[in-house]
């Protein structure tokens, strides 16, 4: 019951922002756009969400579309810890979590 | 401050042996979730538990498993008569449920649990 696309892999050189696509085109009204990643063997970790708004924190930028359709992570400066499989998952909040297949993001030196 | 916490983060088992799986949720915490992530599969949800509110357990994929929630903290989750399909990496979840808006989900490192 994911709802969303993500290209399922992409590349960055270390040092260069990486900008993670994704479309959530059936988002409700009262749901958030969360990322999550998830480097290998470990847990998932949460990155950032929004709702409308354009967010940054220490780690990442979200960008939000005017009609919420699709959203982009802006990792600004790539570096090779950031080497991991990033998910968006439209919720609520209040929900279990579903992802997707997510982007497989590699970053190069 | 502390994360989620799970452990122990392997366990090896034989199969129709038990298992108790332990989660400590970030101190605060409300909500805490189970899920489960087979190799190369997505999240997999199991149990929900809300304050003390009854559990929404409708993640759970069969009788053999249980989950508690003691004193609004530790959660155990327990794997009765584990069969070789039961494999896979353990993940708890917890988040602050105070009130806000939305709601963020933290998860532990997980515990890899492999039936032989």
């Known amino acids: 019951d994911a709802k969303t696309t993500q290209p399922p892999s992409m590349d960055c050189a270390e040092g260069r922002a990486a900008n993670l696509p994704c479309n959530h085109s059936?988002?409700?009204?009262?749901?958030?756009v969360y990322w999550y990643r998830q480097i290998h063997s470990q847990g998932p970790q949460y990155i950032i969400h929004?709702?409308?708004n354009n967010e940054t924190n220490e780690m990442a930028s979200l960008i939000i579309t005017e009609d919420r359709k699709s959203s982009t992570l802006i990792l600004p400066h790539a570096t090779l810890r950031d080497t991991a499989v990033y998910y968006c998952?439209?919720?609520?909040?209040?929900?279990?979590?579903?992802f997707g297949t997510g982007t497989r993001l590699l970053v190069s030196p | 401050g502390a994360g989620v916490s799970q452990s122990p983060s392997n366990k090896v088992t034989e199969k129709g042996k038990d298992v108790e799986l332990r989660c400590d949720p970030i101190?605060?915490?409300?909500?805490l979730y189970w899920y489960r992530q087979s190799l190369g599969q997505g999240l997999e949800f199991l149990i929900y538990?809300?304050?003390?509110?009854?559990?929404?357990k409708s993640g759970l994929p069969s009788d053999r498993f249980s989950a508690e929630r003691t004193g609004g903290s530790v959660s155990t989750l327990t794997i009765q008569r584990t069969q070789q399909e039961d494999s896979a990496v353990y993940l708890c979840?917890?988040?602050?449920?105070?009130?806000?808006?939305?709601?963020?989900?933290?998860f532990g490192p997980g515990t890899r649990l492999t039936v032989l």
């Open positions: 979840a917890s988040s602050p449920s105070a009130g806000a808006r939305t709601d963020t989900q933290y």
């Open positions: 059936t988002i409700s009204g009262n749901e958030y």
């Open positions: 929004g709702l409308k």
């Open positions: 998952t439209p919720n609520t909040g209040f929900q279990k979590l579903v």
């Open positions: 101190s605060g915490h409300t909500a």
């Open positions: 538990f809300q304050g003390n509110s009854a559990p929404d």
